[in-house]
């Protein structure tokens, strides 16, 4: 009796294995383009305690170049929706290389994200999503977060998106 009993947990303990996020990004057919350098005097990220803290992060597509234009003119909502997720795989490669493993990630606290838009633009939240439901599919509700979108008349380089994200993780 006691050897079926261990067998059986030894089996639901191999079926229950919860994901890792890397599994969960191959699984749903996502890689994390390389982390490029600053282009300017400041880091990717800075460290203090169980926080990171993420620089704004643009659209950069895996040739390297640029998500552009302004979303409700040039781009629309679902183009900018894909802007906000490829710029969350950003955010992710940044925080790999920065932790080693995005398993010791705790909880995704803040996002703040930016739409390159016009002033009349309000559909902001519905852009962002791309970004924060990202976060939500990698790490489920530890990628539940608090966020603020908000609209920009101009971004560097007329990125469709910027977004910068604050993380807790393991000490």
Do not use: W
């Not at 790999?96 to 009349?120: E, H, T, W």
Request: charged share 20%; glycine share 8%; hydrophobic share 40%.
């Amino acid at each position: 009796m006691r050897i079926l009993f261990l067998s059986l947990l030894l089996f639901f303990t191999m079926t229950t294995h919860a994901q890792s996020p890397e599994e969960k990004l191959k699984d749903n057919n996502l890689v994390l383009p390389p982390v490029s350098k600053p282009v300017a005097n400041y880091v990717k990220y800075v460290r203090t305690g169980n926080l990171i803290f993420l620089s704004g992060h643009g659209p950069t597509k895996a040739d390297g170049s640029n998500i552009t234009g302004k979303v409700g003119k040039d781009l629309t909502i679902e183009q900018g929706y894909e802007a906000a997720k490829v710029t969350g795989l950003s955010l992710l490669a940044t925080l790999k290389d920065a932790l080693g493993d995005l398993s010791k990630v705790k909880r995704i606290v803040k996002v703040n994200g930016y739409v390159n838009c016009l002033p009349d633009f309000t559909d902001h939240p519905k852009v962002i999503n791309g970004c924060s439901d990202l976060m939500a599919l990698i790490f489920g509700d530890k990628g539940k977060h608090a966020r603020a979108a908000m609209g920009m008349v101009a971004l560097p380089s007329n990125i469709a998106v910027e977004i910068e994200m604050v993380v807790e993780v393991e000490n």
